[in-house]
Nanobody, 134 residues
Framework: QVQLEESGGGSVQAGGSLRLSCVVS????????LGWFRQVPGKEREGVAA???????TYAEFAQGRFTVSEDSAKSALYLQMNSLGPEDTAVYYC????????????????????????????WGQGTQVTVSS
């Protein structure tokens, strides 16, 4: 049984930083994507960043240059380092994992093609609240 559990959310002032963590258990696929999403009440969930099993990463435009996604396979953990936070980053943040995925016929990475889309992800955490005050 695959389980994901986020931690590290909280309240921070604008300009501050937070590091989100996600422990992934029971996930033994050899080809996969791990991602971070966020959702504000009344709005659709949006992809933030993702990393695939080849170590390739992708970021939403709003996250580029401010957020860093990383995976520690030894610890079965996924991280999201968020810097220069603003009130617009206030949301519930979710980590997610796909099952076995593969791409054929393209030189593009799995992360870049699928990483920011919700549909490929099969497993989701419960979410952690991030609140940024101005």
């Amino acid at each position: 049984q695959v389980q994901l559990e986020e931690s590290g959310g909280g309240s921070v002032q604008a300009g501050g930083s937070l590091r989100l963590s996600c422990v992934v258990s029971g996930h033994n696929y050899r080809s996969y994507i791990l991602g971070w999403f966020r959702q504000v009440p009344g709005k659709e969930r949006e992809g933030v960043a993702a990393v695939d099993s080849n170590g390739q990463t992708t970021y939403a435009e709003f996250a580029q240059g401010r957020f860093t996604v990383s995976e520690d396979s030894a610890k079965s953990a996924l991280y999201l380092q968020m810097n220069s936070l603003g009130p617009e980053d206030t949301a519930v943040y979710y980590c997610a994992a796909t099952g076995l995925v593969a791409l054929h016929g393209t030189p593009k990475s799995m992360a870049s093609v699928l990483g920011l889309k919700s549909d490929p992800y099969k497993y989701w955490g419960q979410g952690t609240q991030v609140t940024v005050s101005s």
